[in-house]
């Protein structure tokens, strides 16, 4: 299963706040890898690298520098979920790449009344959110193998 990643945050106790395309974020303890891998224990003695972690190229996970890295599925799989506000909510950019769909089709569903402004979707400034449940009721599963 492939869950994207788009957005991750260095915590304290070697733990990361991950934040994946379909709406879901997690914490994820680094700290067994020390003991599994070795190479992840250099963030023991340099906290400063640790704390450079960033999301990589296309999502497909995250990394710190050429040789540490951890993959998304790996995130999701082993990640403790954390209720947030915005769970289960997506940027229209991401819905439509996940769903096979154009921007279009979702504002034009919008004008139809098809999707429930406050509701289903909401505009944040100039971007759109989608509710997970209103694109799976809409648009049935999502067309790819990057969301269960």
């Known amino acids: 299963m492939f869950h994207k990643v788009k957005a991750v945050k260095a915590l304290p106790d070697y733990r ?9 974020t997690k914490l994820y303890d680094v700290k067994p890898l020390f003991v599994k891998w070795a190479s992840f224990r250099i963030f023991e003695n340099d906290p400063e690298l ?28 082993n990640g403790q979920t954390v209720k947030t506000p915005f769970d289960g909510l997506m940027a229209f950019t991401d819905a439509t790449r996940i769903w096979g769909l154009n921007e279009s089709t979702l504002r034009k569903a919008i004008s139809y009344g098809k999707l429930v402004n406050g ?24 067309k790819s193998d990057r969301l269960p």
């Open 50 to 77: 640790f704390a450079s972690v960033k999301v990589d190229v296309g999502g497909y996970g995250i990394i710190w520098n050429d040789t540490l890295d951890l993959s998304c599925d790996e995130l999701f799989e």
């Open 16 to 24: 990361l706040s991950v934040q994946f395309a379909e709406g879901v």
């Open 119 to 142: 509701v289903d979707v909401c505009k944040y400034g100039k971007q759109w959110v989608i509710s997970m449940e209103a694109m799976r009721r809409e648009y049935g599963q999502p």
